[in-house]
């Protein structure tokens, strides 16, 4: 809970605790262990209560959702046969946004119209000819949408 403080940062939070809660520091101390004693207690209980109704052995991880489909209702063999038609699905999916992304990039590419592109290639306001004979203006920097704006 405290590894991203230091041991000066720890002194100075009790230092403000005492400060702020004064000759109560160990009333206050004493009552909050006592309230996760008890959440902890309830929480075993409701634990124990379950595995009693369920007939079976619950820790305290099994009682996310997914977990605990997977491991008090679904055997092997039923996971297999949901999980196998998904995976074709994901996979197709999966490529299809890899190559749609792909695409993407490369029209992102083409339409680049930044100064440096067209300095790069040989564009107009390099000095170059440009076949037209008339230099293009900078293109402005895009600005990100901001819906707040209005």
Sequence with gaps: MFENLNWW???ALLLVALLIFGDRL?????DGLRMLRN??????????DLSRELGTDIQLEDLHPKAFIR???????????????LEGTFEKLR???TDVRREVDDVAAAADFRPSARASTGGAGDGSPSGSGTDVAPVAPRRAYDADAT
């Design 39 to 48: 959440l902890r207690n309830m929480a075993r209980n409701a634990t124990g």
């Design 26 to 30: 160990p009333t206050v101390i004493s």
């Design 95 to 97: 490529s299809d946004l």
């Design 9 to 11: 940062e720890i002194g």
């Design 71 to 85: 491991k008090h209702l679904l055997s092997e063999e039923d996971e297999q046969a949901i999980r196998k038609p």
